[in-house]
């Protein structure tokens, strides 16, 4: 509301993701991309740090950036998969995986994650707390036409857009868990 610009990030960043004083963005370059980690915490000189880099030919998600932790898919020709870090101590965890599927989109909770996981058979959001290991199923599609996009958490609800291959069209849609 002020409109006062509290810090600046130079150079090509993507896909920002805020949780005051830290911010998590994608950076690319020519050949590589990289996910950042901005401390802001004394702005006149911010605390830089890579996260994760790897080749443009592979795709680093939009991170999610809630209450210390870090979230992004990574998908390879090998796989992908699902990665939760904590910030203060740089510890990593892998929440799901998969050599067959598109494990896509995470968005952290105060206590859980959220993510779509397609498959040539169909689309589905998946959920799990992180303090345990049991993946619930929030909502699913069987079949190509209906595929689950993106998600954005808050609370106890996930925010999915679900989007339509033939039309193009997209729509959001709340599914509380």
Same mark, same amino acid.
């Given at each position: ?7 600046? @990030? ?54 999610? #950036? @809630?209450?210390?932790? #870090? ?54 959001? #998946? ?32 925010? @999915? ?17």
């Amino acid at each position: 509301r002020t409109q006062i610009e509290e810090a600046l @990030v130079t150079g090509a960043a993507s896909k920002p993701a805020l949780d005051w004083p830290l911010l998590a963005f994608k950076r690319e370059g020519t050949t590589r991309e990289a996910l950042m980690l901005a401390d802001f915490t004394n702005p006149a000189a911010p605390v830089m740090r890579r996260i994760v880099r790897t080749a443009r030919a592979n795709d680093l998600g939009r991170p999610s #950036l @809630v209450r210390g932790r #870090l979230a992004w898919h990574e998908v390879t020709q090998k796989g992908s998969r699902i990665v939760v870090q904590t910030v203060a101590t740089g510890r990593r965890k892998v929440i799901a995986k998969t050599r067959i599927g598109l494990l896509t989109n995470p968005s952290l909770s105060r206590n859980g994650i959220v993510w779509i996981d397609q498959r040539s058979t169909g689309s589905r959001v #998946l959920t799990r707390r992180l303090d345990r290991r049991r993946v619930k199923t929030l909502w699913s599609f069987r079949g190509r036409e209906r595929l689950f996009w993106t998600t954005a958490a808050v609370r106890r609800s996930a925010y @999915v857009t679900r989007w339509y291959a033939s039309t193009g069209a997209a729509r959001i849609v709340r599914v509380d868990f």
